[in-house]
């Protein structure tokens, strides 16, 4: 009772535990098993490419399957030993780039690995360098692009080389490198050179690349404005002129063309130098006209200034000034002679001292050249410079000129200007010079002598009566009060410039100098009692006389006048200009005037001012009145005040733009690619014109096809993108807020695409059980249409016609396996005919046999993981291939298979090699036009046991190559063991005669018959017994017999 009463205690007990025991059981199995997909992530095309797969603390057996990304089946391993990685083997290929999965299947439970993306990398091959543009000949500014292309490759990187040194973004900032691009923005001549890049693709650390060949790359360099000169000769009896213009800078060939009067009369092409020469006729004294120099290269068209082919015979005055130079001691140190001719073109200058031409006229030279030592010539000898100055060099120096074309031409000669150097002129200055000025010359006229005689008396008249008032206030005790007024001074100036010509005077500056002649009026105030008393009245006569006549003669000059006004105007607007003068003399008519700087034969206006008023020129403004404007004031009636101009001020003239047009100077507003586009956006009126080009509404911008300059613009190379509306906006500003817009009306540009090479193929059609017909289609990538198609049999038309698409069709009669001629098609849409290939027109039905083999790839255990089939018929010019699987229709792509038909003349099958691929397989061919006659290829039975089963025949090989090799081992053998036992009886009987013949000897022998002394036998070496018993194999049967000798003699007893 007890018993029963405790197992019912103790039962319930126990059923928690075994539950809890069964859970863990439960959730122990059903723990999910997590594959891992392991390998590389690219390849290059063709290697092989391995892709692990393993599930950690898996069951066992473990089946792993290999998955394309769309799901496809690729291969199949089975793990049966556990914790091995199962092995995938593939081949790289294009197609077999993508996502890769494994799934693991063991038991009831079936995971997913994670994907892997394999990408196929092609490596590069035939690289080269291509251009924009091309060849690559560009001018300094533009932009060159050059590219790197390989025919073949993928997931490339480009190096870039200038001039075999690699190009960086660090070491080169004159490049930027894109991709395959290298651009170089605004090219200069540094950027001229050899390039060459290097594609090249990395993986896994194997760098694979491709090199191409070196391109040259020139820069041209915009050619600078052309010069002009003129020099003349005198080869024979009447002289000739010569030309020469040149240009400073710039990139050859250019084009030099003389124009005289606006007419050409030579031109040279200079492929080497920027410089060419040209003959002239040339009459002196007679104006031939004016000539100019004209530079034309394929780009720019330049013009020279202008000369006046004029050759003025030497005549006039001969002048020769003298200036003297001082070092920083102020010691004379040298003087400078310059000569000076009024008139002619081309003066030949000689110079004589005392009479005495120097230096000799066998030393004539363009250049300085002492001879002798002291003396120095340069600017065609017309500055002679005395280098060392001293009383041997005094004297009277004169200097004459004349024709230098003309070697008998009369002599112009000046007058003797005396220079005498003393002792005391070499080491004194004047004290106002500095080290490197000589003393300023100061010319003056009559009216300005007068002055200063004036103004001398003035001062000694009142010096003297300064000194008699002194004397009367100096005895009055009662001093009347003096006040002094002073008077700010009036300068008076003369200034002379420095002729700085030549290297010499470069060095030996001589600066202007101003002299001023200040004077100070003083004006004695004395009290009416006193001053009655103790002066006399003429005194005050005299002082105020003296005063009056010196303040009028100091205001016989006339100051700088100031001229004011605006710097902008509108056309037909009226401007006010201003012209103030300062400095004028009293009581004087001053005449302002208002010129253009350069033409003072047309007044644009004119003022008379009394007393100094302010001159107003009120002019209604034109477009030629752009330019520097000044003001010139001078006295009327009175010759001797010089004239005075003022500081010139630029005036610009706007005219408002108006009734802007596009004209389209290349030709027709519709053409083919290639040609060039020129537009021009020209207004009917306005000037400072700024100029916008749209197209289509929207802003075009500078680039390598499209040049932009001012109202101009180029597009070469056009292609079928540069077409449609073109319109420009003309733009010019007056100020910040009155700015004047005109938009010209639209053009349309049609850029019409010319025709690529055609494409042609043909299809066959049934028209009944004994009628056939060819399809031809021909067919162009691009094109504007309307396009011609032409379809030729060899050199005769077949059929043409123009359709509005870029593809046409053409039907034939056809006979089956019969050659019906070669076919070419013929596109052409007005510009350019393009051919296709030539095809032959053949249709082969289909015939037997067909033969179907394959090949596999093995994995890494050596099994087979893919198949791939292949079929093709003995003939057959369209062929359609059928794939079956135990009669079961295979076509496209499927769990474990894929069709692939690209190739007309073979269709392939691709296999994953698994448990749905088991089965017997073969191919069906017929025609693709006709499928009456159908044949089939031999059957192939394809299971993986059997393709992972050893052939027979292989194993028999083996086994028997194995069975043979131990034979023959155990002969060997053998062989060894008879040999080695025969050697050992012979040895042992031959030991066994030598041990009786040792015994007998010791017997016979006896030692005391012997009387050889002991010590003899001791000396007896081993070597000497060793030689005695090394006895030969060949003399072995002499022992025998005489062995059998000593036994058969009888032995006599002792």
């Not at 200079?270 to 034309?296: H, I, K, Q, Y």
């Not at 020129?678 to 096809?705: E, F, I, M, Q």
């Amino acid at each position: 009772m007890r018993s029963t009463v405790m197992k019912r205690v103790q039962t319930p007990n126990l059923l928690p535990i075994l539950a809890l025991a069964s859970f863990f059981i439960r959730l122990g199995g059903s723990i999910s098993i997590r594959p891992v997909l392991t390998g590389p992530v690219m390849a290059y095309l063709g290697s092989s490419v391995a892709l692990r797969c393993i599930a950690p603390n898996s069951s066992l057996p473990v089946t792993y399957e290999l998955m394309g990304g769309d799901g496809v089946l690729m291969a199949t391993v089975a793990d049966l030993k556990g914790e091995q990685p199962a092995s995938f083997y593939l081949k790289a290929t294009v197609a077999l780039e993508g996502s890769y999965r494994c799934r693991a299947t063991t038991g009831g439970s079936t995971a997913v690995s994670n994907s892997i993306k394999l990408t196929v990398v092609t490596p590069a091959s035939n690289t080269r360098v291509t251009s924009q543009p091309y060849p690559p000949v560009a001018y300094e500014g533009s932009c060159i692009e050059l590219s790197c292309n390989a025919t073949k490759g993928s997931h490339l990187s480009y190096t870039w080389f200038f001039n075999r040194k690699e190009v960086t973004s660090s070491t080169s900032p004159l490049f930027h490198h894109t991709g395959n691009k290298l651009v170089m923005g605004k090219v200069t001549p540094e950027h001229a050179g050899y390039y060459s890049c290097m594609a090249w693709s990395n993986v896994q650390d194997t760098r694979r690349f491709s090199s191409s060949f070196e391109v040259k790359v020139t820069v041209k360099v915009y050619v600078s404005k052309p010069r002009i000169s003129f020099s003349i000769s005198n080869p024979g009896a009447s002289p000739s002129g010569n030309v020469t213009c040149w240009s400073t800078r710039g990139s050859p060939p250019v084009n030099i063309s003389l124009l005289l009067d606006d007419k050409e009369v030579g031109s040279v092409t200079a492929t080497e130098s920027l410089a060419a020469w040209f003959s002239v006729a040339v009459v002196p004294g007679l104006d031939m006209g004016t000539v100019r120099c004209r530079v034309n290269t394929e780009v720019q068209k330049l013009m020279s200034e202008p000369l006046t082919l004029e050759v003025v015979p030497v005549g006039g005055d001969v002048k020769v000034e003298v200036e003297y130079l001082y070092r920083g001691d102020s010691k004379l140190t040298a003087a400078r002679l310059s000569c000076g001719v009024s008139r002619g073109t081309f003066p030949e200058y000689s110079w004589l001292l005392n009479d005495s031409v120097l230096p000799p006229e066998t030393h004539r030279d363009s250049h300085i050249q002492p001879d002798p030592p002291h003396y120095a010539l340069t600017d065609h000898r017309r500055i002679l410079v005395l280098t060392k100055v001293g009383p041997e060099e005094s004297g009277y120096y004169r200097c004459r000129a004349r024709d230098s074309y003309n070697d008998s031409g009369h002599w112009v000669e000046s007058e003797a200007v005396q220079v005498q150097v003393t002792d005391r002129i070499l080491n004194c200055m004047p004290e106002a010079t500095s080290s490197t000025e000589t003393p300023s010359k100061v010319f003056m006229n009559t009216i300005e002598i007068l002055t200063i005689a004036f103004y001398c008396f003035h001062f000694v008249t009142l010096a003297v009566a300064l000194g008699c008032i002194y004397k009367m206030f100096d005895q009055n005790p009662d001093r009347d009060q003096v006040a002094i007024i002073g008077f700010d001074t009036l300068p008076l100036s003369a200034s002379t410039s420095s002729e700085q010509d030549g290297p010499l005077s470069r060095d030996l500056v001589v600066q202007n100098q101003t002299v001023e002649t200040t004077q100070r009026v003083i004006i004695f105030e004395v009290q009416t009692n006193t001053f009655s008393s103790r002066m006399p009245a003429s005194l005050f006569v005299v002082i105020l006389g003296l005063f009056c006549c010196s303040k009028e003669s100091s205001q016989s000059v006339l100051g700088r006048p100031e001229l004011m006004g605006p710097s902008v105007a509108l056309v037909k607007s009226i401007a006010d200009f201003h012209c103030k003068l300062e400095i004028y003399p009293k009581n004087v008519t001053i005449l302002l005037q208002l010129f253009k700087e350069g033409d003072r034969g047309k007044v644009l206006g004119f003022y008379t001012s009394l007393n100094g008023e302010v001159a107003n020129f009120p002019i209604v403004v034109k477009p030629n009145h752009e330019g520097n404007l000044e003001c010139v004031a001078k006295a009327q009636n009175n010759s001797d005040i010089e004239p005075t101009v003022s500081y010139t001020q630029y005036l610009k003239v706007l005219e408002p733009v108006n009734e802007a047009e596009i004209v389209v100077s290349s030709g027709p507003e519709e053409f083919f690619e290639g040609k060039t586009l020129d537009l021009y956006c020209k207004p009917h009126a306005g000037n400072h014109v700024s100029y916008t080009w749209l197209l289509n509404g929207r802003l075009v911008s500078p680039s390598r096809l499209r040049y932009v300059v001012d109202d101009h613009l180029s597009i070469n190379r056009t292609t079928s993108e540069d077409s449609g509306s073109y319109m420009c906006i003309a733009s010019n500003h007056f100020n910040e807020t009155d700015v004047f817009f005109s938009n010209s009306s639209e053009v349309v540009i049609t850029v019409k695409d010319l025709v690529s090479i055609p494409d042609i193929s043909f299809t066959v059609l049934k028209e009944d059980s004994h009628n056939y017909s060819a399809v031809v289609a021909c067919q162009t990538a691009k094109g504007s249409p309307p396009v011609t198609f032409s379809l030729y049999n060899r050199t005769e038309l077949v059929v043409n016609t123009t359709v509005d698409d870029r593809n046409a069709t053409f039907k034939l009669p056809l006979v089956l396996d019969r050659p019906m001629g070669w076919l070419q098609c013929q596109a052409n849409n007005g510009d350019r005919i393009e051919s296709s290939q030539w095809i032959p027109l053949e249709v082969v039905p289909v015939e037997g046999p067909v033969t179907m083999h394959y090949d596999y790839d093995i994995g890494e255990n050596y099994a087979v993981i893919d198949l791939r089939f292949y079929c093709k018929a003995a003939k057959g010019s369209f062929p359609r291939y059928q794939w079956f699987l135990n009669k079961t229709l295979l076509h496209g792509r499927g769990s474990f298979y894929y069709v692939v038909n690209q190739d007309p003349g073979e269709s392939r099958l691709l296999l994953s090699v698994g448990r749905s691929s088991t089965g017997t397989y073969h191919c069906e061919v017929s025609d693709s036009f006709d499928n009456a006659t159908t044949i089939s290829s031999k059957r192939l039975y394809m299971d993986k046991e059997v393709l992972n089963r050893l052939p027979v025949l292989v194993v028999a090989v083996v086994f028997g190559c194995f069975t043979a090799l131990v034979v023959l081992v155990s002969i060997c053998c053998c062989n060894g063991v008879i040999y080695r036992r025969r050697q050992y009886e012979e040895k042992t009987l031959l030991s066994f005669e030598m041990e009786r013949m040792m015994t007998a000897y010791e017997d016979v022998l006896d030692c005391s018959e012997y009387n050889e002394d002991t010590d003899v036998l001791n000396t007896a070496s081993g070597a000497e017994f060793d030689q005695a018993s090394e006895a030969s194999v060949d003399e072995w049967p002499q022992i025998e017999k005489e062995k059998k000798t000593l036994e058969d003699e009888p032995v006599d007893g002792p």
